[in-house]
């Protein structure tokens, strides 16, 4: 679905939509975020991040009260929603 995805893409376009649907997840906080491990960041590519379990939790439960969403969001509901079964938080990679 996000493939290929610009950052610009996420910001413009997806997380207003993440927003208005109530999460605190943005789909650039996966591209552009935290890492689980402290080393040198990329001066570029590749990017990574993450969404917390807690984040995933909070945020599949608002998910799963969505009723009309776009094509993105009913495929970052899935994620959330397989990552919150499994007590997982989801790491992303962008290049």
């Given amino acids: 679905r996000f493939y290929p995805c610009s ?3 996420a910001e413009e376009s997806i997380a207003p ?3 208005r649907a109530g999460l605190d ?3 650039i906080d996966l591209a552009f975020g935290r890492s689980l491990l402290e080393f040198p ?4 590519f590749p990017g990574f991040g993450l969404w917390s379990p ?3 939790a909070s945020d599949a439960r608002k998910a799963a009260a969505w009723t009309d969403p776009s094509d993105e ?7 959330l929603a397989e ?4 007590g997982r938080g989801i790491v992303g990679f962008y290049h």
């Fill in 7 to 9: 950052s610009s893409y």
């Fill in 17 to 19: 939509e993440l927003a």
């Fill in 25 to 27: 997840a943005r789909l």
């Fill in 41 to 44: 960041r990329p001066d570029d």
């Fill in 54 to 56: 807690e984040q995933v």
């Fill in 73 to 79: 969001l009913r495929a970052i509901a899935g994620w």
């Fill in 83 to 86: 990552a919150s079964r499994a």
